[in-house]
Structures are given as structure tokens and as C-alpha cells.
């Protein structure tokens, strides 16, 4: 971690290590409503209906092929 605080001060991009974990620390409270709101609203909800019948869950690699076919549909005519 200390080496990409570096490596943010070297660009340019902060002027001081304290800077970047000060900007890194705000974008993660920031961020921290919105987390749980996902985790409650999205992760609780499919993770109770996985735990009510596991036999519906789609297998990751299946999961993986679909969703690469998907995003090559979706970037075909860019």
C-alpha cells in the first residue's frame, strides 16, 4: 500500500502521501451508504433465495461465459 501512495505522489497527482489517504479515506465513507445499501438491497435478497433452494444458482464459469458473450453483444457496434 505504501508503494501506491508513492507512486500517486511521484505523477503528480498528490503532493503529499497524507493527501492521497486523506482523498482515499473521504471516497470511502463516501461510499460506505452506498455499499450497504447495495449489500442489503441486492447481496442480502440473492443470497436468501441461493440459501432457499441452491439448485437454481448458476455455476460462476457458466455465469462467466454469459456475461463475456453479453458485453460482446453490447460492444459490437462501438
Known amino acids: 500500500m505504501a508503494e501506491l501512495v508513492r507512486s500517486r505522489v511521484a505523477t503528480g497527482e498528490y503532493d503529499s502521501p497524507s493527501e492521497v489517504i ?5 471516497a470511502l465513507i463516501e461510499s460506505g451508504p452506498r ?5 442489503r438491497d441486492k447481496v442480502t435478497p440473492a443470497y436468501d433465495r441461493y440459501k432457499a433452494d441452491p439448485m437454481k ?22
Do not use: N
Open 57 to 78: 444458482c448458476v455455476p460462476i464459469d457458466v455465469a462467466v461465459e454469459e456475461l463475456a458473450e453479453r458485453h460482446v453483444q453490447a460492444t459490437a457496434g462501438m
Open 22 to 26: 486523506q482523498d482515499d479515506l473521504e
Open 35 to 39: 455499499v450497504e445499501k447495495w449489500l
